[in-house]
Nanobody
Framework: QVQLVESGGGLVQPGGSLRLSCAAS????????MAWARQAPGKERELVAA???????NYADSVKGRFTISRDNTKNTLSLQMSSLKPEDTAEYYC???????????????????WGQGTQVTVSS
């Protein structure tokens, strides 16, 4: 039983930066991998970045070099630092967490067991 709450979304101009945060509560010690995913209107949900309990990361090609995922196990938070934002980054962004799994691909949305409510990011001039 894990609850995830995102914050930090908003409107930003192209080229700007934004930092998203996700606070985990409940049985958070069950969490292994965590991730950020996004979904734009008319498109499938896309996993943007993932991070293991040990700090290993994966990024979608579309955001590599621009976004940085991090986690603070002391504060029980997950962050996504976004820079050089593009209009194509406009989407609802979701925090996700997964229990330990013996197999599976943490770069896929279906891997995750818990999801936040989402926070809107709009990149527009």
């Amino acid at each position: 039983q894990v609850q995830l709450v995102e914050s930090g979304g908003g409107l930003v101009q192209p080229g700007g930066s934004l930092r998203l945060s996700c606070a985990a509560s409940g049985s958070r010690f069950s969490i292994n991998a965590m991730a950020w995913a996004r979904q734009a209107p008319g498109k499938e949900r896309e996993l943007v970045a993932a991070i293991t309990s040990g700090g290993s990361t994966n990024y979608a090609d579309s955001v590599k070099g621009r976004f940085t995922i991090s986690r603070d196990n002391t504060k029980n938070t997950l962050s996504l630092q976004m820079s050089s934002l593009k209009p194509e980054d406009t989407a609802e962004y979701y925090c996700a967490a997964a229990n330990y799994k013996r197999n599976g691909d943490k770069t896929r949305s279906g891997f995750y067991d818990y999801w936040g409510q989402g926070t809107q990011v709009t990149v527009s001039s």
